[in-house]
């Protein structure tokens, strides 16, 4: 083997320079998985930084067809033998160039495999040969996959992650004021304002999020007396709210991939009980008794859950140590790291035998 496709590559769908730079503003940050992920794989990061200090073809792929196919196309052209990648947007492309050069290794979360456009692409062009292993946060993916013919030995159902190095409890538990909710990947904040309307319960929402593109709900829209809408906040900053909150909401609209998962296990790390809508793709994130869960789009019932959590401290307390229980035993950052890095070695020791 030549000594350029030796390279390792973990291709990032993220802004990387971006995010590290607003982290070093910080006087306090989360451990980055992406930054864990490259040591933990003697790996390079590239990333949407990249793209545009690539070739004029790269450049050219960005304007003309998306960001993530150019990364694919620049991973693909710096001709590595291993690549794991953050997300399938710029994986199946790069499967795709894989067929090309046949032997190398590439493993990357499915997050959304489900869409019509991505199941075609996997199925027609036939990427399960190039692709050694999947891995996914809700059990709907796998199933999925594997009803695509996805060999069963390639898919892995692995937890998300939270720092809890970071995001972390108080040292004596308070029950907190108000109602916190984070995020924006597929929010229901109008069911949540049509909750908390009248209850006289102060609300923040902060409905921002560094990685989704998607528009934010909570603009320019009529909202309650009692809710305030916040953004930019410090990821120090961040973990007070958290910490300061009698219940964190986490509204969402029912999909099948895990959408909210972030702020969830943000909240549990630090030691908050949680109301979260019951959305297919996050049951698979919650263990019994972690947090009270609600049918997607009910503003009766997610009313009901926050006053009784809100006026009841012996039950917040009980929810909120099974919460922080849940994510201190499986899903925390050091967790994540360890089980990708397994599942990537043995695919790398395997090869692409169905290939």
């Not at 196309?73 to 990648?85: D, I, P």
Request: glycine share 8%.
């Amino acid at each position: 083997m030549r000594a350029d496709r030796k390279r390792r590559f973990v291709l990032v769908t993220a802004d990387v320079e971006a995010v590290l730079d607003r982290l070093r503003g910080e006087s306090e940050s989360p451990r980055q998985d992406f930054l864990e992920l490259a040591k933990g794989l003697n790996a390079e990061i590239l990333s949407f930084s990249d793209v545009i200090r690539g070739s004029w073809f790269t450049r050219l792929l960005k304007r003309c067809i998306s960001e993530a196919v150019a990364l694919a196309w620049l991973g693909f052209n710096r001709r590595g033998s291993f690549y794991f990648v953050t997300a399938e947007n710029t994986a199946l492309p790069l499967a795709l160039l894989l067929k090309i050069r046949r032997g190398d290794t590439l493993v990357f979360i499915g997050h959304r495999l489900t869409t019509p456009i991505k199941s075609r692409m996997i199925k027609y062009f036939r990427l399960f040969n190039q692709i050694s292993a999947i891995l996914c946060y809700s059990r709907q993916q796998v199933q999925f996959l594997q009803s695509l013919g996805m060999p069963t030995d390639k898919v892995h159902r692995i937890s998300f992650q939270v720092d809890d190095k970071f995001f972390s409890p108080l040292e004596q538990f308070i029950p907190g004021h108000g109602v916190v909710s984070v995020g924006r990947e597929l929010r229901d904040y109008m069911t949540l304002f049509q909750a908390m309307d009248g209850t006289g319960i102060p609300l923040t929402v902060v409905g921002s999020s560094p990685w989704s593109k998607r528009e934010d709900k909570t603009r320019q829209r009529d909202i309650p007396g009692n809710v305030v809408l916040r953004k930019g906040l410090s990821n120090a900053e961040l973990r007070n709210l958290y910490r300061s909150a009698a219940v964190v909401a986490v509204p969402l609209m029912n999909v099948d991939w895990p959408a909210g998962v972030t702020s969830l296990f943000e909240a549990q790390a630090c030691g908050r009980p949680v109301v979260i809508s019951a959305s297919e793709g996050i049951l698979d994130s919650l263990d019994p008794g972690a947090a009270v869960t609600v049918p997607c789009g009910d503003a009766k019932a997610m009313r009901e859950a926050i006053i009784r959590l809100s006026s009841k401290p012996g039950e917040a307390v009980t929810i909120a140590n099974a919460g922080l229980e849940s994510v201190c035993r499986t899903r925390t950052l050091d967790h994540f790291v360890t089980c990708i890095i397994g599942i990537c070695r043995n695919a790398e020791a395997n090869g692409n035998k169905w290939a």
